[in-house]
């Protein structure tokens, strides 16, 4: 029975301390857009821009080795 008198007000601060974050992180927009974020990652191009000799359909240039 002592332990209620303990576990009982822990339980109920918790409880409160769980309602005020999450009231908080909602008025601060955290769950205001929860789909863009999945489908950015998947419209996401990773590959480098073209250049303008790879655009032109030009085949760049061979160097020649180092001359000795």
Known sequence: MEALYLLIPLSLAIVVLAAWIFLRMSDSGQFDDMDAPAHSILLDDDRPPPSDITRK?????????PSE
């Open 57 to 65: 359909g030009v085949a760049p240039a061979q160097q020649d080795p």
